[in-house]
């Protein structure tokens, strides 16, 4: 059974950091993509940052240059740095996975910047 369970989110002040990450179990987690995606209130769920097993990239336009994702496949966790960190990126941040034609959802941590 795939479980993905988020970590790491919280309260932030604009141009503050925070790190989220996502531990995965039930899978070979190394041959798989990963993906955090983010909901805001009002708003469709959007991709934010993808991984390949390979280590390719793609990023929202919104959060490039200021979010980076990463994986460790020893410890099946993959993370998300998240810095410069603006209002508009307050959602829950969902980590995802796709596994023969299944989607495998967290269930998401909050992020809140605010002052």
């Known amino acids: 059974q795939v479980q993905l369970v988020e970590s790491g989110g919280g309260l932030v002040q604009p141009g503050g950091s925070l790190r989220l990450s996502c531990a995965a179990s039930g899978v070979i987690f190394s041959i798989y993509a990963m993906g955090w995606y983010r909901q805001a209130p009002g708003k469709q769920r959007e991709l934010v940052a993808r991984l390949t097993s390979g280590g390719s990239t793609n990023y929202a336009d919104s959060v490039k240059g200021r979010f980076t994702i990463s994986r460790d496949n020893a410890k099946n966790t993959v993370a998300l740095q998240m810095n410069s960190l603006k209002p508009e990126d307050t959602a829950v941040y969902y980590c995802?996975?796709?596994?023969?034609?299944?989607?495998?959802w967290g269930q998401g941590t909050q992020v809140t910047v605010s002052s």
């Open positions: 995802m996975t796709r596994i023969l034609g299944r989607d495998y």
